[in-house]
């Protein structure tokens, strides 16, 4: 969704949060798609498996839909990557607290598709995220169970259920295989017996 | 629609065209998204505009649907764009052999049924290996999204002027028009 008249990103960062959230992108506020269940999966999965990661080595933190503003002076944008990693260099010392919103762009950026994305907005997005310092961006679609990774000055790969992720120069030592992913959106069968204990 | 297959791209050059067309790229063989009436009337007009405007003065020739092989040694993909342009002087001296070199300018006429994941990789690997020049043509938004190596990306909407940049100087199409044909055929809006 596009809202009418253009808005200053001092503007923007001052109106109440939306649901979906809402990025900003050149005097234009972008609603994000409505989330649904496999999105959703996928989306913790993969916090989940970073975060992981993230807390035993301690290279920075992780989030979900944490908004971060970046971009050349005067044309800073606003987004919300679904799933994202930032190294303790770029968030600075001090107080997480003092960091709202968070001026910086995230190293490693993850983009989970949606049946009604749109497909140019997504393109747009990521080629801001590749120009703006974002050395890593994984989009993942559920439906045609692959994980795209794309890189600054490296060929964009596709990788399908056989193949295995890697932090590359982002998160080095971090795997995880593409099937696993997906196969988060095999509900399991529902246990009769946690049903009569509650 | 994506299939894992083993060829190399030699192999996939040899087999016979697909409809709609296939593009190759490591080892996977894509199919783009079936056209409809409304893609191929926006490729068409787009087509004849970028050779009408570089007829005049021999700047180059634009096609739709026409293969072009490239990429770093042993990892070259094959696309099609919606609509290619290639400056004269770049031109093979056989239009019948396979293009092997980067379009100048490609441009993309977005159908609902695109895949998003697609489209990104698509854009990044002509940014990185040649193209100087991409527009995504977006009819749902009738927007046109404007792609080159090194620059911001600008969206243009209906009351902007899609511009020919360095691969094509001086064409000017405003953004309305290249949806109006559009229109004409559906009652307008």
């Not at chain 1, 253009?6 to 939306?18: C, M, Q, R, W």
């Not at chain 1, 913790?44 to 920075?60: D, I």
Request: glycine residues 10%; hydrophobic residues 45%; proline residues 9%.
């Amino acid at each position: 969704m596009v809202a009418g008249a253009p808005v200053s990103l001092g503007e923007f960062l001052a109106l109440p949060e939306t649901e979906p959230a809402s990025e900003y992108l050149c005097g234009e506020v972008v609603q994000k798609p409505m989330l649904d269940l496999p999105h959703s999966l996928v989306q913790s999965f993969l916090l989940t498996a970073l975060s992981a990661f993230v807390r035993r080595a301690r290279p920075g933190v992780c989030g979900a839909e944490l908004r971060c503003v970046f971009g050349p002076p005067g044309q800073e944008r606003a987004y919300l990557p679904d799933v994202c990693f930032i190294s303790w260099s770029r968030l600075g010392r001090g107080d997480a607290r003092a960091s709202r919103p968070l001026r910086a762009a995230p190293e490693l950026a993850v983009e989970v598709l949606s049946p009604d994305q749109p497909a140019g907005r997504l393109a747009e997005t990521v080629q801001f995220y590749l120009r703006h310092g974002v050395r890593l961006v994984w989009v993942v679609d559920p439906d045609a169970e692959t994980v795209t990774v794309l890189r600054p000055d490296a060929d964009p790969r596709t990788h399908g259920v056989g193949d295995t992720l890697d932090g590359a120069g982002v998160l080095p030592g971090f795997t995880l295989p593409v099937a696993g992913i997906f196969a988060e959106l095999q509900l399991p069968i529902p246990d009769d017996s946690s049903d009569r204990s509650g | 629609m994506t299939t894992r297959t083993d060829l190399t791209l030699e192999q996939f050059l040899t087999l016979p065209e697909t409809e709609p067309a296939s593009e190759y790229l490591c080892g996977e063989v894509v199919q783009k998204p079936m056209p409809t009436g409304l893609h191929g009337l926006i490729q068409m007009w787009i087509a004849w505009a970028l050779l009408q405007f570089a007829l005049r003065d021999e700047l180059g020739m634009a096609a739709p649907e026409w293969r072009f092989v490239f990429g770093p040694p042993g990892e070259e993909r094959a696309f099609v764009p919606d609509v290619g342009f290639v400056t004269t002087g770049r031109l093979p001296a056989d239009l019948n052999a396979t293009m092997r070199a980067a379009p100048d300018l490609a441009v993309e006429v977005l159908s609902p049924e695109q895949s998003a994941s697609v489209l990104a990789d698509k854009v990044q690997f002509y940014l990185l290996h040649g193209v100087r020049l991409v527009w995504l043509v977006d009819p749902k938004e009738r927007s046109v999204r404007v792609f080159e190596p090194g620059r911001a990306a600008v969206l243009l909407g209906a009351d902007d002027v899609l511009g020919g940049g360095d691969v094509l100087p001086g064409l000017t199409v405003p953004v309305r028009e290249l949806f109006a044909v559009a229109d004409h055929f559906q009652g307008g809006r």
